[in-house]
């Protein structure tokens, strides 16, 4: 049975990042022989540029869908929206057409400064009411849905007033946004600040996940960091099987952005994730 597309958007399958590193095999290779259904591409990568970058770019979104990811929206900031930003966003999506927008639910800086770090959120009613409005600001101006990722977070704010799910639910059901489930983050946040991360997946609203991503953080024993520099961890792989039971089917991404191997390496570590949804024993997708 077809599955009804999550808020109109469409689910393209498994994917990874378009990394530099990659360039040359991708444009090397025949689009038939490269093993992945759609890419992500990192949106400031694309902006005010027409390098090598942008013909690659080209190339790509003639054969696969794509998806643009951005870091600089700073969505959470009291900072006023940059719309120069924005506009160059809407230009950039209406020349590729992505199959979506997302960036971060967090802020990235204050005063014209950008720290270039996914900054937490205080999780407070007032801080909801300001993040909402500026949503609702933002899709209306792209024309489309924007898909916000919860970030990975290493302190927490003590005037928080909910946990992060409750927040990121409230403002999914208030704004009609779609979410980026990064299972990756829950689990770093969640070992970072002592949380259960099944509560977390189970707090998500599922009709407004569209995508999920998978990467490798690194274990310094107290604390987890958000590095995507190695494989996936079992402890993520497990917590991907939940989400993928209770949010699935939808697309799935895998991020690797230091020590970026080869790219039939990146293809391998992707295709766990098939390995993983078929030990559920839950219908896979159909055919295109």
Known sequence: MAVQPRLGLSDPGD??????????????????????????????????????????????????????????????????????????????????????????????????????????????????????????RVQAFLGRPLILENPSTYLEFSASQMPEWEFIARLATRTGCGLLLDVNNVHVSCFNHGLDSLEYIDGIPASHVVQMHLAGPSDYGTHLIDTHDGPVPDAVWALYAHAWERCGPVATLLEWDANIPPFADLLAELAKAKAVRAALALPERAAA
């Open 15 to 136: 994917g990874v990042g378009l990394r530099e590193e990659h360039f040359p095999h991708l444009m090397a290779t025949p689009a038939a022989d490269w093993g992945v259904d759609w890419f992500e591409v990192i949106t400031e990568n694309c902006l005010d540029t027409q390098g090598y970058a942008i013909r690659v770019l080209e190339h790509v979104a003639a054969h696969r869908p794509i998806v643009m990811h951005g870091v600089s929206l700073s969505i959470g900031s009291s900072a006023p929206l940059d719309m120069d930003y924005l506009a160059k966003v809407r230009d950039l999506a209406a020349r590729f057409e992505p199959l979506w927008i997302s960036d971060h639910l967090c802020w990235t800086g204050l005063g014209g400064i950008n720290s270039h770090d996914l900054l937490p959120m205080p999780l407070t009613q007032e801080s909801l009411d300001h993040v909402a409005e500026r949503v609702d």
